[in-house]
């Protein structure tokens, strides 16, 4: 199980290092490494927990064995307590006593045997609590890394994508549209100004012309006092002619 648990530290560190020069999304490679460990982890807890089972039935095996052992050392004082007060035959009673004994030999070797094993059982769950406290610690360091490492990931594809549109931006084509649209800019400010300057010589000359014929009037106000003063010359000429009648009648 340590060797396994090795292996997928080693595979995670290595994937730490060169995600970041793949395609793949480290983040969502680094989140499945993650899972994997806590995988890791409940099946080292469930190990954890059948061998514990195993040393709690070591322990209840080798309480019944030295129960068992305690039991025919006391069947076998009995027998030769019976042998010496005449209720059982010496031989008889030797012959049991010697097969209790035997069987309570055989009931201590069994104990010790199990207390050996029993050591090494707890021996063993305790390296594996150890190893399964460590990989705890290595998930939860993992975990918070792993929130560092979002918001770097974040930052660094932000950052890419602005020094590409600022690459773009510097890109020979794109200077060169930028510089034709600035161009065109000019002179389409260039050609309002001209209409402008135009506008204002023409109103300058209509002024010069207005000056020459000695009016600065409309042509409509013009016409009007044209009207005005033939107008005024018909009427005075027709004051002139009656005046010249009625002389020439009062002569």
Known sequence: MYSLIKRCFKFLQSQAHAL???????VKLAEQSIRDLKQNYDESLKSLAEVKAIVITTKRNIEDKKQIAADYERKAL???KKAQDGQLDPQEADRLASEALTKKA???KEATKLTADLNNYEAMAQKM???IV?????????ESELTTMKARYKVAKSTKKINQQLTAIGDDSTTAMLENMKTKIQEEEALATAYDEML???SDIDKEIDKAIGTSYSPDVQNALAELKTKLLSDNSAKDSTKDLKNQLDN
């Open 134 to 142: 460590s990989l705890k610690d290595q998930i939860t360091k993992w």
């Open 78 to 80: 009995m027998l030769v």
């Open 20 to 26: 970041l020069s793949k395609f793949e999304d480290p």
């Open 200 to 202: 204002y010589l023409e």
């Open 106 to 108: 055989n009931a201590v």
């Open 129 to 131: 609590e150890a190893k």
